[in-house]
């Protein structure tokens, strides 16, 4: 088992190792002591991976009852936030107990919001099933809903007591979602590791998997550095966001419908590059983003997509920061004014 020590203003260690979700029990009982959980899922992952985890939290004397809300990013709202919260008082939990989040990353953000809220705040354990959830989202205390005002706006910092990474889970997921996390494992090979964007350029969508579990460690280890380094997100942490800005305007101008985060991101990271780097860094990213079946480029027009740049949550009223790695493993933030990024684009 390959274990990263994650030293926040709360530690914790997240756990990679294909079928560990059969050992979750004995495992999350070497950190929690209390005997009683609420396993949060979606419909999907309930119906795939619950029970496994069930029996395993039985076996090792821990009871558990299972919240299941419909899958989808539909879900991370007010609604079911609000019965999470009723289910919980149903089942008489209490500050000595804990919540379990097995899905992904809208099963993570909505159950870590419940704990950081639900009386004062609970313990919560992350078990990621999808990749983007294991090497971004289960990692690093962000957890939110969505409003109607926009994704992500109501939410806390709140990390986990315990997150287990079982590659195993990832087995069941449908391309376009792996496709999905890759683009953000791209994203990390850009801005801070040769070596892993190396690896990836030696694999494809058809075989990664014989090497997930050391590039989920390699992610992982990435994200708890810059983390530690910046937690509350005022500056270092942005780095984490190449390709994201343009990647969420790409997604606005689709609707958030047809097209999935990571296509966006993808598109993002290939974009920026090709502005701004050279034409070999530029072709050398198109090449690996497309071999995990993602897009490198996109029909919205640059005038009709900055508009939603500017309204970024990340960007202040006048200024962008945005990310660029001019060499691979080597990522800068840069700060300019709407204005210059408008013409540092459209250029
Ligand atoms: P998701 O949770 O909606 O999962 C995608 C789909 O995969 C869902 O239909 C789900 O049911 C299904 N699924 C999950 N695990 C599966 C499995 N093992 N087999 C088969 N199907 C499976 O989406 P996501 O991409 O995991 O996460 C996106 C969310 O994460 C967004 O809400 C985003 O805002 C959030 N996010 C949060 C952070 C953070 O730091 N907190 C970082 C990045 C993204
Ligand atoms: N996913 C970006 C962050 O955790 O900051």
């Avoid at 009683?36 to 991976?49: E, G, M, P, Q, R």
């Avoid at 993808?266 to 034409?279: N, Q, R, Y």
Wanted: aromatic fraction near 6%; charged fraction near 25%; glycine fraction near 8%.
């Amino acid at each position: 088992m390959k274990i990263i020590n994650v030293r926040t203003s709360r530690p914790y260690n997240v756990l990679i190792e294909r079928g560990s979700l059969k050992k979750s029990g004995e495992l999350i009982s070497q950190v929690i002591h209390s005997k009683k959980a609420v396993v949060i899922t979606d419909d999907k992952v309930n119906s795939l991976h619950a029970d496994i985890l069930v029996e395993s939290l039985e076996k090792n004397g821990i009871s558990a009852s299972v919240f299941v809300f419909p899958h989808g990013e539909q879900s991370k709202s007010l609604t079911v936030l609000g019965q999470i919260y009723d289910f919980l008082c149903e089942k008489r939990i209490t500050r000595s107990d804990f919540l379990i989040a097995l899905g992904g990353g809208v099963v993570g953000d909505i159950t870590g919001f419940a704990a950081a809220t639900y009386l004062r705040g609970i313990e919560f354990v992350q078990i990621p099933t999808t990749l983007l959830a294991q090497v971004d989202s289960s990692v690093g205390g962000k957890t939110a809903i969505d409003i109607a005002g926009g994704k992500n706006l109501v939410g806390s910092f709140k990390q986990p007591a315990l997150v287990i990474c079982d590659s195993d889970t990832l087995r069941t997921l449908p391309q376009e979602e792996l496709s999905c996390g890759m683009a953000e494992v791209i994203k990390y090979g850009m801005i801070r590791d040769e070596k892993l964007f190396e690896t990836l350029e030696k694999h494809d969508i058809s075989n990664i998997d014989d090497v997930m579990d050391s590039v989920v460690y390699t992610c992982v280890d990435i994200k708890r550095e810059v983390v530690e380094h910046d937690e509350f997100d005022t500056g270092e942490r942005m780095m984490l966001n190449f390709g994201h800005t343009l990647g969420h305007a790409i997604e606005g101008w689709h609707n958030y419908t047809d097209y999935t985060h990571g296509m966006g991101v993808a598109v993002g990271m290939c974009i920026i590059t090709e502005k701004l780097c050279s034409p070999e860094l530029s072709e050398r990213l198109k090449k690996c983003v497309k071999s995990y079946g993602l897009p490198t480029s996109t029909e919205a027009p640059m005038s009709e997509l900055l508009p939603y740049c500017s309204t970024d949550k990340k960007c202040d009223s006048d200024s962008i920061n945005y990310i660029v790695c001019e060499k691979i493993g080597q990522a800068q933030i840069k700060k300019v004014t709407v204005s210059e990024f408008s013409v540092l684009m459209e250029g």
